[in-house]
């Protein structure tokens, strides 16, 4: 039972983190099950440090407020005691203490993070900590542009200048079972496996494209069949078919 507990414990903290990280842990913690009792306990704490931390900045202000008047008061008897000047110094106490304070800071953090939490928990779509899985993202989605950039300058050194197209028969390509290939320097986009290709004299349709290494460069060839039966045509592409 013991064990139990401190499972729970722990799935519950483990609940801060993005939704995306908990699928890689261990399946003894059932962090989705611990996200809503998560949530809730971070909002009270948020409430525990935020309501006696509230009180004491108030207080701190409506003394100032306090002693701003009676200063006043005493310069100018005529003046009085302004109730005005403490009711606003303590309406306005809520949004300095918020805005200016670190204690208020941790305390919308808490209230936030916690609130969000735990209503998508108790809808069934439990997330992770808004702030880590921000953060979260933009690290991640920034190391997979680099990661895609990084394999784009690659694949670009490989397949060398760009260059025009050339066809070869598909004995010499070596690719059986179609009438033509397409030897590109460069993917073609939306060319794939049942694509028809319309060109000024036929029309084709594009067989499993094959990557080689021909003199020393990456080229993508692209076997063409002509389409000669009555199979509906879903998806095509037009192509002007270089000389020779």
């Known amino acids: 039972m013991l064990l139990r507990w401190l499972t729970f414990a722990v799935a519950m903290v483990l609940a801060f983190l993005p939704h995306r990280l908990w699928r890689r842990l261990p399946a003894s913690l059932?962090?989705?099950?611990?996200?809503?009792?998560?949530?809730?306990?971070?909002?009270?704490?948020?409430?525990?440090?935020?309501?006696?931390?509230?009180?004491?900045?108030?207080?701190?202000?409506?003394?100032?407020?306090?002693?701003?008047?009676?200063?006043?008061a005493m310069r100018d008897p005529a003046i009085g005691y302004e109730r005005g000047m403490v009711a606003g110094a303590v309406s306005l106490s809520i949004f300095s203490f918020l805005l200016?304070?670190?204690?208020?800071?941790?305390?919308?953090?808490l209230i936030g993070s916690g609130g969000v939490r735990a209503g998508a928990a108790w809808?069934?779509?439990?997330?992770?900590?808004?702030?880590?899985?921000?953060?979260?993202e933009f690290f991640w989605r920034g190391r997979d542009r680099s990661q895609v950039r990084y394999q784009q300058l690659l694949r670009r050194a490989s397949e060398g200048a760009e260059i025009p197209d050339?066809?070869?028969?598909?004995?010499?390509?070596?690719?059986?079972?179609?009438?033509?290939?397409?030897?590109?320097?460069?993917?073609?986009?939306?060319?794939?496996?049942?694509?028809a290709v319309y060109t000024a004299s036929a029309c084709y349709r594009i067989g499993e494209p094959v990557e080689r290494t021909v003199a020393g460069k990456l080229r993508t060839l692209y076997p063409l069949t002509e389409h000669t039966d009555f199979e509906a045509v879903r998806k095509s592409v037009h192509y002007d078919m270089p000389d020779g």
């Open 123 to 136: 809808f069934d779509d439990p997330v992770g900590d808004p702030l880590l899985t921000g953060l979260d």
């Open 166 to 195: 050339r066809v070869v028969s598909s004995a010499k390509a070596g690719i059986p079972g179609c009438d033509l290939v397409i030897v590109s320097s460069r993917r073609k986009p939306g060319w794939e496996r049942g694509v």
């Open 100 to 109: 200016l304070t670190p204690t208020g800071w941790l305390t919308l953090y």
């Open 30 to 72: 059932a962090v989705a099950p611990a996200a809503f009792t998560s949530g809730v306990l971070t909002l009270f704490a948020g409430a525990a440090i935020g309501i006696p931390g509230f009180l004491a900045h108030a207080a701190v202000n409506v003394s100032i407020a306090n002693q701003g008047v009676l200063d006043a």
